[in-house]
């Protein structure tokens, strides 16, 4: 007999005020947006003092439209896409679920290059700071993923399994959970000690190297646990989409820090 843990159901949505709902996931974004708007400019503050706080309180606009519309993008270009090319009206249906992180990852990167391209800010510094705070949006995120009951985890017989609604009746791994602890709380402190050490803020584009590494391992893992998309077809050596898409993540997070640390 497998013994599980009851799955606690939470309504995804908070609460709701005529025909608007606010959810969960929504504030999810909001506050991985806002905490990590704090925490860049705290970072800011530190020397070398490469970026300005006002720059950091400009670019909070720009983040999130590169996080919304990457991450929609991405979502309909990774995952959907024939879907979306027959009902081309549900692109716009965001309420209904559908973000890609690695979508969100590009269109922040292209905001990041725009804007700093723009206010004459280094690059690779601002997106030092602004990927320290990253982990912030990826904890909230997947804790919100798991309130939803989304992107469950493979069969198990461990004891903290749990049976997930939509899932069938096989008990689960949490994976929401083990994301949130890999890919949010874990690699936030990984950051967050690399940035106490003014030697690495110096090398302008390790912590943002480190971020991309960071989260390509922290998801590789996390994905051995996770339910694969079945949609997405099989992979050589058994990779599952989400470790593919980490693999560009991995070489390029590696380059940087390589580049950095050798003061290239």
């Given at each position: 007999?497998?013994?599980v843990?009851?799955?606690p159901r939470?309504?995804p949505i908070?609460?709701?005020?005529?025909?608007?709902?606010?959810?969960?996931?929504a504030?999810a974004y909001?506050?991985?947006?806002?905490l990590?708007?704090r925490y860049?400019?705290?970072?800011?503050?530190?020397?070398p003092q490469?970026?300005?706080?006002?720059d950091?309180?400009d670019f909070?606009v720009w983040?999130?439209?590169g996080?919304?519309?990457?991450?929609?993008?991405g979502?309909?270009l990774f995952?959907?896409?024939?879907?979306?090319l027959?009902?081309p009206a549900?692109v716009?249906?965001?309420?209904?679920?559908?973000m890609?992180?690695?979508g969100?990852?590009v269109?922040?990167?292209?905001?990041?290059?725009?804007?700093a391209r723009r206010r004459g800010?280094?690059?690779?510094?601002f997106?030092?700071v602004?990927?320290?705070?990253?982990p912030?949006g990826?904890f909230?995120?997947?804790v919100a993923?798991?309130?939803n009951g989304e992107?469950?985890?493979r069969?198990?017989?461990?004891?903290?399994?749990?049976v997930f609604?939509g899932?069938?009746?096989?008990?689960?791994?949490?994976?929401?959970?083990y994301?949130?602890?890999?890919?949010?709380?874990?690699l936030?402190?990984?950051?967050?000690?690399f940035?106490r050490?003014?030697?690495v803020?110096r090398?302008?584009?390790?912590l943002?190297?480190a971020f991309?590494a960071g989260?390509?391992?922290?998801?590789?893992?996390?994905?051995?646990?996770?339910?694969?998309?079945?949609?997405?077809?099989?992979?050589?050596?058994?990779?599952?989409?989400g470790?593919?898409l980490?693999?560009?993540m991995?070489?390029?997070g590696v380059?940087?820090m390589?580049?950095?640390k050798?003061g290239?």
């Open positions: 007999m497998t013994f843990i009851p799955y939470i309504d908070l609460f709701e005020i005529g025909p608007l709902a606010i959810r969960w996931y504030l909001i506050g991985g947006l806002l990590g708007w860049v400019r705290a970072l800011a503050k530190m020397p490469t970026v300005g706080v006002r950091i309180d909070l983040a999130t439209l996080v919304v519309l990457g991450g929609r993008i979502y309909v995952y959907r896409l024939d879907y979306y027959a009902h549900a716009l249906a965001v309420w209904q679920g559908g890609s992180f690695h969100g990852a269109g922040v990167l292209v905001a990041l290059f725009m804007f800010i280094p690059f690779r510094a997106g030092d602004v990927a320290c705070a990253t912030i990826l909230l995120g997947r993923n798991f309130i992107l469950i985890g069969a198990t017989d461990v004891p903290w399994a749990m609604p899932g069938g009746p096989q008990p689960r791994h949490p994976s929401q959970l994301e949130a602890g890999l890919e949010g709380a874990v936030f402190v990984v950051l967050y000690l940035a050490q003014e030697w803020r090398r302008q584009g390790f943002g190297g991309l989260y390509a391992v922290a998801r590789s893992i996390a994905e051995l646990f996770r339910e694969p998309d079945t949609l997405m077809g099989v992979f050589p050596a058994g990779l599952t989409y470790q593919m980490c693999i560009p991995l070489i390029a380059a940087l390589w580049r950095a050798s290239r």
